[in-house]
C-alpha cells in the first residue's frame, strides 16, 4: 500500500491503515498500538521538511511487517535533524532504521511476523498514486514553523543538559563543603580534647607541685621551731640538722627540674659540649646515688665498657644518668637489685638502668617519658615527684643526638630503660668544649 504525506490527514490515515495491517497479521495489542503510533511519530517529523513524501506498507516473504516512509529532496541540515529525531523512536518494540541516500532519507519501521500468522498480507484497499499536479505542496510558513520549532526544542535540550551539569557540578561542591566541614568539625574537637586534657594535666600538676613543695618545708620548719626551742640534745639536734638538710635537697632538685622544663619549652637550655667518655660520668652518678641505695636496702651495681669519647654536656649527662638511677631506686622495694651498664654497640654508646622494682603498666608505657605523667597522681601516693624526671631524661639525650627507650614486662616485672649516644669527635682546636642551643 502506498500512501502520500502532505497533511496532517494523511497522517491519521497512515497510523489507521498501519493499525489495521499489524492485527491482520496478527501482531499483540501492545506491538499494533507501538508500530502505529511510531509510524505516525515518524512521519510527522518528516512532514513540512520537503515538497515529496510518501509512505509504503508491506509484508516481506511471510517473515516482517514494514512501514517505509521515504523523504526527498532534503538539506543536509534537515536530513541531520530527521535523523536524530527519529533515531529516538528506537525505544519501542520495533525496529526503527533510517537510510540516507543521495536523493532521499528512507525511515524504515519493522516488526517480526508471529510464527502462526506468516503469510501474504492481502492489503487493504490499494490507493491510486495522485497524479503530480494533483499534490498539493505544503504551506510555506506552516514549514517555517516547523523548522524554527524543531530547532528551538534542540536548543532547549542542550539548555536543560548544560543545567543538569551544572546542577551535578553544584552537588559535587556542596559535597565537598560538607565533607571539608566534617573534618574541620572532628578537627576542633580533637583540639577540644586535648586542651581539656592539657587543662586537667596543669591542674593535676599544681596539686601536685604544692604538696610536694609543702612536704620537706613541714619537715624543715617542724625542726627548726625545735632547735630554737633549746630542748634537743645532741643526738637530736643532729638529726634535725640532717633532716633540714635533706628535704632542702629535694626542694632544690624540684625547683631545679621545673626550671629545666622552662629552659626546654622555651629553647632556653644551652650546652657545654666537649669529647668526653662516659664511664667517669656514670660513675659519678652512682657515687651519688649509693648511699640512698643502700640505705633503702637496694644492691646497685654497675658494669663500664669502653666505648670511646662522645660529644656531650659532661654534667647534663650526669643529670640523665642521676634521674633514671634515683627513679629505679624509687621504685624498687628493698631488697631489690639496680644494674647499670655501659656498652658500645656499632657506632654508639649505649647507658641501660635496670631494676627489679614495680615495673610499668602497659597503658602507661608509650606516655612514661611524657610531662607530668605518673602511674598514681593524687598526693596520697607512695612516692613523691612532680613526673618531670624521664621527661627531662628524654630532652637532654635527644639534644646529644641520641634517644631513650623504656621496656616493661607489666607491673611486678621491673623496668629497663636504655640510653643511646653516637660516638662523635670534634677538632683538636675544639677540644675545650662550646655551647650550643638547645634548639627544640
Known sequence: MRLPLRRQQDLVSLRRDTRAAAEQCGLDERSVRSLSAASYEAA?????????AFAEISVTPATELQIAIRVSPLTPEDRQSVGRSVS?????LHRVSVHDSADSLLVTLTADLPSDHRRTLELIRPLPEPEPEAASPPIPELVEENVKL???????????TETNRGVVALYAELDDQVE??????????????????????????????????????????GWARLLRMGKLDEAARSRALETIERNAHVQEQLIADILDVSRIVTGRLRLDLRPIELAPVVDAAIGTLQPS????????????????????????????V????????????????????????????????????????PSLLPYVFDRFTQGDSSVTRLHGGLGLGLSIVRHLVELHGGHVSARSDGPGEG?????TLPLRTIPPAEDEGHQRPADR
Do not use: Y
Not at 510527522?44 to 515529496?52: A, Q, S, W
Not at 654497675?302 to 650526669?318: A, E, H, I
Not at 623496668?415 to 640510653?419: D, G, I, R, T
Open 44 to 52: 510527522r517529523l518528516v512532514l513540512g521538511e520537503t515538497h515529496e
Open 88 to 92: 529516538a523512536l528506537a525505544s519501542v
Open 150 to 160: 524543531r530547532r528551538a526544542v534542540i536548543e532547549l535540550q542542550d539548555e536543560l
Open 180 to 221: 571539608q566541614r566534617k573534618r574541620l568539625e572532628d578537627s576542633l574537637r580533637r583540639r577540644a580534647e586535648e586542651l581539656a586534657a592539657a587543662n586537667r594535666a596543669k591542674e593535676d600538676f599544681l596539686a601536685t607541685l604544692s604538696h610536694e613543695l609543702r612536704t620537706p618545708l613541714n619537715a624543715m620548719l
Open 293 to 320: 641505695a643502700a640505705a633503702k636496702g637496694v644492691d646497685l651495681s654497675c658494669t663500664l665498657g669502653r666505648t670511646g669519647k662522645v660529644l656531650g654536656d659532661p654534667d647534663r649527662l650526669q643529670q640523665v
Open 322 to 361: 642521676w634521674n633514671l638511677l634515683s627513679n629505679a631506686i624509687k621504685f624498687t622495694p628493698a631488697g631489690g637489685r639496680v644494674t647499670v651498664s655501659l656498652t658500645r654497640a656499632g657506632a654508639s654508646a649505649v647507658i641501660s638502668v635496670t631494676d627489679t622494682g614495680e615495673g610499668i603498666p
Open 415 to 419: 623496668a629497663a630503660f636504655s640510653v
